[in-house]
T-cell receptor, first 117, second 113 residues
Framework: AQSVAQPEDQVNVAEGNPLTVKCTYS??????LFWYVQYPNRGLQFLLK??????LVKGSYGFEAEFNKSQTSFHLKKPSALVSDSALYFC???????????????FGKGTKLSVIP | GAVVSQHPSWVICKSGTSVKIECRSL??????MFWYRQFPKQSLMLMAT?????????EQGVEKDKFLINHASLTLSTLTVTSAHPEDSSFYIC?????????FGSGTRLTVV
């Protein structure tokens, strides 16, 4: 079974400050990790993903995430927050060793990011 | 990049009627599509997984006779909410999977009155 935890329902940060949105995961095999952003009444937009390789993954809109295998974490970060970054952020995982044809993603509950001007 | 078109983006229907939501992959072939339901301020709940040409696999607790899923081609999957009731009001999102990852539709806000 695979699971994702986003421990914070909401994160508030001042514009221009660095932001972190936390995510931890649990899979039986190797993880395939994603971050998505959702604006009100919209679908999910892809930010970045980790499959293998460098632990630091760079994505869209200046976001990055660091894969930490020992801590089973994949926290989303951005050096300088913008007001337009305010949205709902979802972490998701898929077990790369799951059976053939099983491509289901498991999502965290989401973290609402508010960037204060 | 990959684009998934989902429509309608919003729909209001009367209780007891049926509503069809379409999800199309515009520039790639999606062998697998997923349908999610999202309640306000909550995460995405997977309803079913559909593979082209075969019956959808529904998650536990999802009524397959109420939420009919058809994946007739590699670029089109449809979700039909039959005999809709107010408790079916929600935000429905589709997602298509190909070799490069997952692409999501823009969602459909269903309101049953």
């Amino acid at each position: 079974a695979q699971s994702v935890a986003q421990p914070e329902d909401q994160v508030n940060v001042a514009e221009g400050n660095p932001l972190t949105v936390k995510c931890t995961y649990s899979v039986s095999g190797n993880p395939y990790l994603f971050w998505y952003v959702q604006y009100p009444n919209r679908g999910l937009q892809f930010l970045l993903k980790y499959i293998t390789g460098d632990n630091l993954v760079k994505g869209s809109y200046g976001f990055e995430a660091e894969f930490n295998k020992s801590q089973t974490s994949f926290h989303l970060k951005k050096p300088s927050a913008l007001v337009s970054d305010s949205a709902l952020y979802f972490c998701a995982v898929r077990d790369m060793n799951s059976g053939a044809g099983s491509y289901q993603l498991t999502f965290g509950k989401g973290t609402k990011l508010s960037v204060i001007p | 990049g990959a684009v998934v078109s989902q429509h309608p983006s919003w729909v209001i229907c009367k209780s007891g009627t049926s509503v069809k939501i379409e999800c199309r992959s515009l520039d790639f072939q999606a062998t697998t599509m997923f349908w999610y339901r999202q309640f306000p301020k909550q995460s995405l709940m997977l309803m079913a997984t559909s593979n082209e040409g075969s019956k959808a696999t529904y998650e536990q607790g999802v009524e397959k006779d109420k939420f009919l899923i058809n994946h007739a081609s590699l670029t089109l999957s449809t979700l039909t909410v039959t005999s809709a009731h107010p408790e079916d009001s929600s935000f429905y999102i589709c997602s298509a999977h190909d070799n490069y990852g997952y692409t999501f539709g823009s969602g459909t806000r269903l309101t049953v009155v």
